[in-house]
């Protein structure tokens, strides 16, 4: 129920971004330009933030060993 | 008839009290969208370093977004008490977009931020973020009514002049708010705001990297306004250009004011990229150009080409002459408004009003105006170039600059090796008024740009003013900038201290909850 609930929220953001832009794409694409892109640069600083944190937790983890031919990895 | 001292005077102290603004609003929005940035990390990780980042950066932002609304207010005033014919001529439809500005700035932005500061221990996790993401919102669409408030008086659409009551009325509110500069200049100012506050961010960052302090706050800190100042620089620039293009169409003597093109050339146009030029002469010294670019800057094709100040001078004298008869239309009809041969006449006239009103300055009664007083109101019709060329050219150099700062920024932070780079760190503290004076720049050359009008081809700056003394101007003026310079100063101590204080140190939760505006819970609260 809980994933039909998002499905239905996520369908629901996707018809709103989709008239948002069909709407302000035919009268001004640099207002919907706007909105898109302005959402893109504070999700891309945000993820630079969590690359960082990721970064930083393996470097204090130290170097990984590398994996061997029978690891299942290589 | 208009004091010309005093239409000076007026537009001087509408320059300084923008200019002294125009420095608080860029960093506010985008200071706004980046704390919703740090704040959305926080919630999605839980890691109580980026609350403490939104907190501190959270309280820097409210330093200005004090002072940027204490120098706004009395500009909106200054329509009224220096600017009355044009609020009378223009009010119908420059009122609406304002209007909404204050119900965005001072309902919905207003309202938020006080939840944002106030409501750290009142709200769970996702409603501040959703405050936050509203001050953020609501900051950004105050500015978008200003802006297209500001691009009626650049390329007016939706409004018509209506004879009878003498005033411009409000026809197509889709085509005020849809207008092609409204949306390029709100989308390029806003963006400039990302930038500034990118570098603002990353500048006091990397002063604390260099005093080796708050480093977890510092590094995560400069990572985040490097991507997001790199980002927006690319929009900045991309808008940049859009706007020109629109200019291209709309204002065509203010892109000849910011290429110094006198002359119309053929096609493929070179760039002047340095010249001084010589209002007087009509003409420019110590050229230097660089082939073609100018055609595919302007028109985004090495075959196009666009008109100089020699064929816009031509132009404005044949509207002045078409305009002659619409103002001397509506002198009848100001006596006798059921005058229909007088309409018939101005209706026939109409779209040349304002060149009409161009040659009023030299000629009050239209009807005698003599061929050197066209001549002479057609040279008018020139913004004043030097300062348009070189404002133009100093904000796209310090752009450029800007640009290639957060690409290095980006590839330093991305290996995690921007600490080690201690003269880049340097140079991101210099770089903090760089984007303060872009802005400063890029509205002088809108605003520079768009003389000898308030409403471009409809009426001109000369018959906009009230009718002040001279003394009465002068008096305001200078209690305008004491003042605004105060203001200025509180700002730079007050933001200042706060650096200089830095962020608590982890676990003085408690200190610094009753220091701070930003969290009133007394203790604890940087433990998740």
Redesign the interface.
């Known amino acids: 129920m809980k994933t039909f609930g998002y499905f239905l929220l996520f369908l629901l953001l996707a018809v709103i971004v989709i008239i948002l832009a069909a709407v302000l794409g035919d009268?001004?694409?640099?207002?919907f330009?706007?909105l898109v892109?302005?959402v893109?640069?504070?999700?891309?600083?945000?993820?630079?933030?969590?690359?960082?944190?990721a970064?930083e937790e393996q470097?204090s983890a130290g170097p990984r060993p590398r994996a061997g031919p029978g690891s299942g990895q290589g | 008839m208009h004091d010309i001292t005093v239409v000076d005077l007026s537009r001087l102290q509408f320059a300084v009290t923008v200019l002294y603004h125009f420095l608080f609003v860029p960093l506010t929005l985008g200071l706004s969208f980046l704390l919703a940035a740090m704040e959305t990390v926080y919630v999605v990780t839980g890691k109580a370093i980026y609350r403490e980042m939104a907190q501190f950066w959270g309280k820097l932002f409210m330093i200005n977004f004090a002072l940027g609304v204490a120098t706004g207010l009395t500009m909106e005033f200054q329509f009224g008490t220096n600017w009355s014919f044009y609020s009378s001529f223009v009010g119908d439809i420059f009122g609406a977009p304002l209007a909404i500005e204050g119900l965005m700035a001072f309902f919905m932005e207003s309202t938020f931020v006080g939840l944002m500061v106030f409501g750290w221990q009142r709200l769970s996790r996702g409603q501040h973020l959703a405050v936050t993401w509203l001050v953020a919102l609501g900051s950004n669409l105050s500015a978008l009514w200003i802006l297209i408030a500001n691009s009626f008086m650049q390329d007016p659409h939706g409004a018509f002049f209506n004879p009878t009551t003498m005033r411009m009325e409000l026809d197509s509110f889709t085509q005020l708010v849809f207008n092609a500069d409204a949306q390029s200049k709100f989308v390029h100012t806003s963006i400039a705001g990302y930038v500034t506050a990118a570098i603002f961010v990353a500048g006091i960052s990397a002063y604390y990297m260099l005093k080796r302090r708050h480093l977890d706050l510092a590094r995560r800190s400069f990572r985040m306004a490097a991507l997001f100042g790199v980002l927006a620089t690319m929009g900045v620039i991309t808008l940049g250009d859009a706007l020109g293009f629109v200019a291209a169409q709309a204002q065509p003597a203010k892109l000849a004011a910011m290429e110094g093109l006198w002359q119309t050339e053929a096609a493929p146009m070179p760039f002047n990229l340095i010249a001084f030029p010589d209002q007087h002469a009509q003409d420019n010294r110590g050229v230097l150009q660089v082939p073609y670019l100018l055609s595919l800057l302007v028109t985004h094709s090495i075959h196009g080409s666009m008109p100089g100040f020699d064929t816009l001078q031509t132009e404005a004298i044949g509207r002045i002459e078409a305009g002659i008869p619409a103002v001397q239309a509506l002198q009848a009809l100001s006596k006798d408004r059921h005058d229909a041969a007088a309409l018939a006449r101005f209706n026939a006239h109409r779209e040349d009003l304002g060149y009409g009103f161009l040659v009023q300055r030299y000629a009050p009664d239209v009807g005698k105006a003599t061929p050197r007083q066209i001549r002479q109101a057609a040279r008018d019709s020139i913004p004043p170039v030097a300062a348009v060329f070189w404002s133009f050219r100093l904000m796209v150099a310090l752009g450029l600059a800007m640009l290639a700062f957060f690409v290095l920024a980006v590839l330093y932070t991305l290996r995690n090796r921007v600490q080690e780079r201690r003269w880049f760190l340097k140079l991101a503290v210099w770089m903090l008024p760089v984007p303060f004076l872009a802005n400063e720049m890029g509205w002088l050359v809108a605003e520079l740009g768009r003389q000898p009008w308030t409403v471009y081809h409809v009426l001109p700056t000369w018959m906009s003013a009230s009718t002040h003394g001279v003394a009465y101007m002068v008096f305001s003026l200078a209690g305008f900038v004491l003042l605004y310079t105060l203001f200025i100063v509180i700002e730079m101590v007050l933001m200042v201290r706060a650096i200089r204080e830095g962020p608590p140190a982890p676990g003085a939760g408690a200190a610094y909850a009753a220091a701070t505006p930003v969290a009133a819970a007394p203790s604890g609260y940087l433990e998740d």
């Open positions: 009268l001004g694409a640099w207002y330009a706007w892109g302005t893109m640069i504070v999700l891309v600083a945000a993820a630079g933030a969590a690359l960082l944190d970064q470097g």
